[in-house]
């Protein structure tokens, strides 16, 4: 089955539980996750997250309102974009 | 990871902090086979089509936001110039056109429908002419509606009769409209493009198939971030970092109006690039020029600015998307760009340094409150001012001039939302009555003999 990428970032003010409430969530949607990578950038915690949702009965936009519960209790802010923007910008 | 960290942030950032945004999915429709003698079945066809594929945009365009993160700030439909399609038709049928349309826009939740219009620039066919007269009750009996005109060309010339005809209709529009509102939706142009994807200009021309779907990238706000990140960079430099970013918002752009296309089952038609402003901070494009180096848009150095701006976007977006299209240049817009309307409160910008600036961008003349006791003659010189302009360098210009009753030079107008807030620019007192109602045309220029 092919698979259907997309990222998840997250940016906000480093604190417990981040990666552990985005895990959860995607998780209970049956989304897979491929790859994650984080660091501190210019003061802030950033994450990305490359999860395969071809498993998902969840759309995009169900995964968006799980996250912007988590946005508001945690302050952050949290993108969900398909893999192909990024092939589109960044590779030729 | 496929991708680096960075590059991800490059485009999260775009999105969450740059103002990154489609600015209009705009779909062409033909209404060609809409025509009947009968006006009632032509009205109903109309509505009937115009709703049916609204509908569907609105709705394709928001699983799209979705799913690529990128807001699509306006669904906006064109149709094929009214004035063609009620040819056949009673002497009243352009308005009835017009309130079906507009009634269809609401149905559908379409925030704006162009087509309103007619192509005129070598002579006005008895339909174009109701059109023309009919433009006034128009804008002012409906309000999703946007007209246009094309009243000059590069290989036809410049219709002034149809010129002269205008200054008093923009006088009669705005008499009848708050603060000239109606004004701000209604476009004339030379060169006007059949596949513009911006409104009040939009139309879906007759060399255009059935449908087509037109895509309008905006990236002010973008192109502003990397230019503040290379401050010390000679403009070969400059130019070169605009154009990697002009090539990553247009492909970002080519891939959204593909797939959408896709979706909906029609041609995807083209990408416009234009860099469109709005008065979000940041968002600017006068706040590009004067990150470049000018303190304030309008001082000398302003048109060279622009010129390398536009250049390096038209590279960049030239090698990202087959499909370039539509107007693609740089929009000064005055009201609705926060920077363009600073400067012309501080006096660094004048209507003729406007007019200089449009030589090397597009699309013209936009947005600019004008006094209400402008003469009529000096609405139209100003017109066909701008027009000749694009009709002698080959390229598209368009006025969108608003005279504002009751105001004069300095005065304060606010058209609300994405229209902005304005100053009442300052306009020459000296006549050009007895050229302009000379009428006539003026001849297609030579196109050899360049300078």
């Not at chain 2, 942030?9 to 969450?16: C, D, I, Q, S």
């Amino acid at each position: 089955m092919p698979k259907d990428l997309v990222f998840i970032t997250v940016i906000g003010k480093d604190q417990k539980g981040i990666i552990a409430r985005i895990s959860n969530a995607v998780f209970k949607h049956n989304i897979n996750i491929e790859d994650l990578n984080q660091k501190v950038m210019d003061g802030y915690f950033v994450m990305t997250m490359l999860a395969d949702m071809a498993d998902s009965r969840a759309s995009i936009g169900d995964i968006k309102k799980e996250f912007a519960e988590i946005e508001k209790q945690m302050d952050l802010k949290i993108q969900v974009q398909h893999e192909n923007i990024f092939k589109a910008m960044h590779r030729v | 990871m496929e991708y680096s960290l960075d590059e991800v942030m490059e485009t999260v950032r775009m999105t969450l902090y740059h103002n990154f945004d489609i600015r209009t999915v705009t779909l062409g429709i033909n209404l060609k086979d809409c025509i009947d003698t009968d006006i009632e079945i032509f009205k109903s066809n109309v509505y009937d089509k115009v709703t049916e594929y609204g509908k569907r945009l609105v709705y394709e365009a928001g699983k799209i936001e979705d799913k690529y993160g990128v807001p699509i700030i306006n669904k906006r439909i064109s149709v094929t110039p009214v004035s063609l399609i009620v040819e056949s038709c009673k002497e009243d049928a352009p308005l009835e056109i017009a309130k079906i349309l507009d009634r269809a826009a609401r149905d559908a939740n379409i925030d704006f429908i162009g087509g309103y219009g007619a192509l005129v620039q070598k002579g006005m066919t008895r339909s174009d002419s109701r059109l023309i007269d009919s433009l006034p009750e128009m804008l002012s009996s409906t309000e999703r509606v946007c007209a246009f005109l094309n009243v000059g060309s590069t290989v036809s010339g410049m219709n002034m009769d149809a010129i002269i005809k205008l200054g008093n209709i923009l006088k009669d529009i705005a008499s009848r409209t708050d603060n000239g509102i109606g004004c701000t939706k209604f476009a004339v142009f030379s060169n006007a493009p059949e596949d513009n994807p911006f409104m009040a200009g939009a139309f879906h021309g007759i060399g255009e198939p059935d449908f087509s779907l037109n895509i309008g990238i905006s990236g002010p706000g973008v192109v502003r971030s990397v230019v503040e990140k290379n401050r010390e960079c000679d403009l070969t430099a400059l130019s070169e970092v605009i154009k990697r970013t002009a090539f990553k918002i247009t492909r970002a752009g080519e891939l959204i109006g593909r797939e959408l296309a896709s979706n909906m089952e029609v041609p995807f038609g083209i990408v416009d690039i234009s860099l469109a402003s709005t008065n979000k901070v940041g968002d600017s494009v006068a706040g590009i020029v004067e990150m470049m180096g000018i303190e304030r848009i309008g001082a000398p150095g302003s048109t060279a600015a622009l010129a390398l701006l536009i250049d390096a976007v038209k590279k960049g977006g030239a090698m990202a998307s087959g499909n370039v299209g539509g107007l693609s240049g740089t929009f000064i817009p005055v009201s609705e760009d926060s920077g363009m309307n600073e400067a012309v409160r501080s006096g660094a910008l004048s209507i003729e340094k406007l007019e200089a600036l449009t030589a090397v961008c597009s699309v013209g003349l936009d947005m600019i409150a004008i006094p209400g006791d402008t003469p009529a003659e000096t609405i139209s010189a100003i017109i066909a001012d701008e027009l000749s302009i694009g009709v002698v360098n080959g390229k598209t210009t368009g006025v969108r001039l608003i005279p504002v009753p009751g105001k004069i030079a300095g005065d304060y107008v606010n058209f609300g939302g994405l229209l902005g807030e304005t100053y009442v620019m300052d306009i020459s007192k000296f006549s050009s009555r007895d050229f302009i109602l000379r009428g006539g045309r003026m001849p297609a220029p030579i196109t050899s003999m360049r300078n």
